[in-house]
DNA sequence: CGATAGCTTTACGTATACGTCAATCGTATT
DNA sequence: AATACGATTGACGTATACGTAAAGCTATCG
């Protein structure tokens, strides 16, 4: 169905995509489709993009965006709903980048980095379990209350 | 020796909060105090009652801040660094203020939008998860090539 | 070949969340 | 009384994260 409703786009990207395997998972995606797969706008993708956080082949002017270039999308629309600036996120992406590479020094430091990203996490994950107790408690008055001027 | 430290302060806030018992969970709060304790400014404190997040009483002018307030404050805080709008958090502040009260309606609804906020909330627990996953991965990677670099 | 769809850049506008003076006022110490 | 401290209210400025036209390129359909 997704396919048969795409067979009236057109653009370079499109083509290009279209051209290079269909089936489940893509190796190319256009601007369209990520901004339809994580629900963002064309102009935010461009935004991340302008900040350097995503950066996609080209083809005629138009974006190409690889499977690679997709999960940081993924990221960023992930970290951004967690609280995170674009900065940060970008912070987080050149050590996701380069998670191999470079001498003893720099693994030791993307090591370090992610240990306290982690815990910065977990500590994130206290605060919500500290939100949800209350909402808790909230429901269960209000709920309590419902049945008791129910019974009346 | 925060009561020593204390001992130079001024202003109508601070005199009255200091005449109302020091010990250990005190009665009222000065702006400074919440600013201290939760890490925000002055500014920013001022800035959520203008958004009708707080509403302190006041003493010649200055703002003298209730348990409750403190509270609510402790909720900002927290629901900011979860990623929240102050329009977002107001909303749940509302639900938060008249947890007992209206009629069954009232209760209804309120039940169900703390219901819903927690499954939101749980929802984002396993963002944070699936981060962590990633993190631990990238942090093992780098780890494994540390100690075989070494090795060498 | 003209219309249409989809993509592009450029530029200015907007919403959120404060920061930064500046002026002022009350209280407290010297 | 003078000075200093802490708080207050505007008013304007700033950073982040996009939104919204406007105008143009390009490929495909009819």
């Known amino acids: 169905m997704k396919a048969a409703t795409k ?3 057109k653009g370079a990207a499109k083509a290009f995509v279209e051209a290079h395997g269909e089936a489940e998972a893509p190796d190319f995606f256009s ?3 990520l901004s339809e797969e994580f629900g963002v706008t064309h102009r935010a993708i461009r935004f991340y993009e302008t900040k350097g956080l995503l950066s996609p082949k080209r083809l005629n002017g138009a974006r190409i965006y690889s499977r690679r ?3 940081r ?5 992930r970290a951004k709903s967690l609280g995170y600036t674009l900065e940060d996120t970008k912070d987080y992406l050149d ?3 380069q998670q191999g590479e470079g001498r003893i ?5 993307t090591a370090a980095r992610s240990a306290e990203m982690i815990a910065e996490l977990q500590a994130k994950k206290q605060q919500i379990d500290e ?7 909230i429901n269960e008055v209000c ?4 049945t008791k001027k129910k019974a009346r």
């Open 131 to 137: 939100q949800i107790e209350e909402l808790r408690l």
């Open 31 to 33: 601007i369209s489709d």
């Open 69 to 71: 270039d997709r999960a």
């Open 143 to 146: 709920r309590r209350k419902i």
């Open 95 to 97: 050590l996701y980048g």
């Open 7 to 9: 067979k009236a786009r």
């Open 73 to 77: 999308l993924r990221i960023i629309v």
């Open 105 to 109: 020094k720099q693994l030791e430091i």
